[in-house]
């Protein structure tokens, strides 16, 4: 069928960035441990097979010619010393010619604020977001810090100031703390341990035999889904970027344990933008700002009451068809 000849090309354009920049974040982390992190057998073999994805992807690239062609300017304007305000001003976005992704979508952001993207699946959240770590420049339109273009900024500086979370995450053979904290050189376990409680990881983690130093990995312990979930939130939270993008890494976790991690980013996020992207309704009523994505664009924007407010609003529609159709615990998997 042609929807499946039209995806593979389609993951990897996504995944190719992406992977690039984990994959350097990874390098930077052992180079500036001396290695230590590299040290295990699992580590240097999980580091060749991602070379190895790599590779593969870039040969894909090769052959589809589909490279994305996101560049830093050649002077770029230093980053700004205090995130003010993130915007998406107009933007239009279509992998596809065809078939456009995001139309006129307007969004902003504030410092101190968390923001709930909220939408179906398909509807264009991930891509919202990729925007903003450029891994995909808009069409029409632009992304700005501040007022300032996202084009105008190096590509280092806007990922050095930017830490995401995902559903899926990838781990590594070595300590629970390597596994938080390898971005970062020398980094002290005390901010480790602030990160972890954050995420919500810290009561498991004081759990294990090993505590920090518990060994993941082939021959250590294994961790649930909503446990590694954790770690790769305090992962996101320990870099103390001043943007954060959860993107539904909340998904394996309770519905206490989501609003949990929530109440603690209220906190940690004061100074800092943060956006979320999560299904779980609980959850959202909490944000400051939910930005309602349908087809590529925000239909509705504001808070829990204030959208609740609108007689035939789609977003109370949304949460009248998920507290009465399906309870939530439902989706709690
Ligand atoms: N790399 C890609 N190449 C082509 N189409 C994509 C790619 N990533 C996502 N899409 C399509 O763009 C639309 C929005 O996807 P996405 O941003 O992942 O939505 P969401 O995160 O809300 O589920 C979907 O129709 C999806 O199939
Ligand atoms: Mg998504």
């Given at each position: 069928n042609e929807g499946s000849s039209l995806n593979v090309p389609a993951v990897m354009v996504f995944l190719v960035p992406f992977v690039a920049w984990n994959l350097g974040a990874f390098q930077f982390g052992r180079d500036q441990t001396g290695g230590a992190i590299g040290q295990g057998y699992g580590a240097v073999r999980m580091w060749s097979q991602l070379q190895d994805l790599f590779i593969a992807l870039e040969r894909a690239f090769f052959v589809l010619d589909l490279e994305p062609e996101v560049k830093s300017p050649d002077d770029p304007e230093p980053f700004p010393v205090a995130v003010e305000q993130l915007e998406w001003r107009t933007v239009d976005f279509a992998y596809e010619p065809s078939r456009p992704v995001l139309e006129s979508l307007d969004l902003v952001a504030d410092v101190g604020t968390i923001t709930a993207i909220v939408g179906a699946t398909g509807s264009g959240k991930s891509t919202l977001m990729s925007m903003l770590l450029r891994l995909y420049d808009p069409d029409q339109g632009a992304v700005l810090i501040n007022g300032i273009d996202l084009k105008r900024l190096s590509v280092e500086d806007i990922r050095a100031n930017t830490a995401i979370a995902l559903q899926k995450n990838v781990l590594f053979t070595g300590s629970i703390a390597d596994n938080i904290g390898y971005a970062i050189p020398n980094i002290d376990r005390d901010r480790i341990v602030e990160a972890a409680k954050i995420a919500c990881a810290d009561e498991f983690i004081e759990a294990l035999d090993g505590g920090y130093d518990t060994e993941l990995g082939?021959?250590?312990?294994?961790?649930?889904?909503?446990?590694?979930?954790?770690?790769?939130?305090?992962?996101?939270?320990?870099?103390?970027?001043?943007?954060?993008?959860?993107?539904?890494?909340?998904?394996?976790?309770?519905?206490v344990n989501e609003q949990r991690v929530l109440s603690n980013l209220e906190q940690w996020g004061r100074q800092r933008v943060v956006f979320l992207i999560t299904h779980r309704l609980s959850t959202i009523r909490e944000a400051d700002t939910i930005a309602f994505l349908e087809e590529g664009r925000i239909v509705e924007l504001g808070s829990h009451d204030d959208l609740m407010g609108r007689e035939d609003g789609?977003?109370?529609?949304?949460?009248?068809?998920?507290?009465t159709g399906r309870a939530e615990v439902i989706r709690d998997d």
């Open positions: 082939e021959r250590g312990v294994k961790l649930s889904t909503g446990q590694r979930q954790r770690l790769s939130i305090a992962r996101a939270v320990v870099r103390d970027t001043p943007i954060l993008i959860l993107d539904e890494p909340t998904a394996s976790l309770d519905a789609r977003y109370r529609r949304f949460v009248q068809a998920e507290t």
